[in-house]
């Protein structure tokens, strides 16, 4: 099986020769999403005394670390050139399933059901784009629509409440300082990052979202690999389904309503690039957290919720504006 002989996120053999300082360096001055976010912090520890205390910060984490799971499922998919719009409908049927097909009455059934509803959708999208040549986007389009139907229909607008007692154990249970959410998230991420970076599977990924008829040619199993990063990807939704009612203590009709916005201006704010082929998981990660500072901050300082999403809304818009600026200076240095 053939492998790729370039890997986007290793280092450039310069950086090598110039050390490990000019190295890091070189890689800051190109982690323009962090620096929003160091600037985000500075402006909330300035704005209000209530943003840096330990149970906001706790608050920030909690909020942030189910979408942050989303989000790399998110991340996956963009990788190979697509786009999926039904993440957050397939949140919310996962969690009202897990919730109240078996009663909610055993924590690991309902983590069953839920990574079982995630792997179906992801099977069904999988095939349709890899195998039937269909758009991502119409593909996942129909499937945002199916899965919020199935949820209103199943609750019927009511929320559903699990059964079991320790249902919302893993929300409530932290390490140390550190709610146990964070640390999923974040092993999530670790796990996703070793994927990409690490074996040839992400390799395939990188090469899909580059050119796929580069990738056919060198002997790479695109269909195969398409089918599998949606498969995984659904995976990870299915879960974040369970984990948000448990945080929730209840699955509501709602329940991940709009995260395929915030995912997808994580993503590219983070760094990826929606044709493919681009994107670091640790862009992903800061990308999330700058959407959970941003709203946490407007919450503090009370502003409406209307201009919240006009918030959200302007900052996808200087995500892409950013991006774009981003992928013409790399073009034109490496011309």
Do not use: C
Not at 146 to 154: E, F, M, P, T
Not at 193 to 217: H, I, N, P
């Amino acid at each position: 099986m053939t492998d790729i002989a370039t890997h986007p996120t290793r280092p450039q053999p310069r950086a090598d020769r110039e050390g490990p300082g000019s190295a890091f360096l070189g890689w800051l001055s190109g982690q323009y999403a962090l620096g929003i976010l160091v600037v985000l912090l500075v402006i909330a520890g300035l704005s209000t005394s209530a943003f840096f205390t330990p149970r906001n910060l706790t608050n920030v984490i909690l909020q942030v670390s189910v979408v942050g799971i989303v989000a790399l499922a998110q991340f996956l998919v963009v990788l190979t050139g697509g786009i999926d719009i039904s993440v957050g409908s397939v949140v919310g049927l996962s969690g009202v399933l897990a919730a109240g097909l078996f009663g909610g009455e055993n924590v690991l059934v309902a983590i069953l059901v839920a990574l079982a509803v995630g792997l179906l959708v992801g099977v069904i999208n999988g095939y349709l784009v890899a195998f039937r040549g269909l758009e991502a986007f119409i593909v996942t389009l129909g499937m945002m629509a199916l899965a919020r139907g199935l949820v209103y229909a199943q609750t019927e607008g009511v929320p559903v409440s699990p059964g079991a007692e320790n249902f919302r154990v893993i929300a409530t249970t932290a390490v140390g300082p550190v709610p146990l959410l964070g640390i999923i998230w974040i092993a999530i991420a670790v796990g996703i990052w070793f994927l990409v970076s690490r074996t040839v599977f992400g390799r395939r990924v990188y090469a899909l979202g580059s050119s796929r008829q580069a990738a056919e040619a060198s002997g790479i199993p695109v269909r195969s690999t398409t089918l599998w990063v949606y498969m995984i990807a659904g995976l990870l939704v299915g879960f974040a389904g369970f984990l948000l009612a448990s945080r929730v203590g209840s699955a509501t009709p709602t329940g991940g309503l709009n995260y395929e916005l915030d995912t997808i201006a994580a993503v590219v704010i983070g760094g990826a690039s929606l044709v493919g082929g681009r994107g670091r998981v640790f862009g992903t990660v800061v990308g999330v957290l700058i959407f959970g500072v941003i709203s946490n901050l407007l919450v503090l300082l009370n502003v409406s919720t209307f201009l919240q999403d006009a918030f959200r809304g302007g900052l996808i818009l200087v995500a892409v504006l950013l991006t774009t600026i981003q992928l013409r200076a790399r073009k034109r240095a490496a011309a």
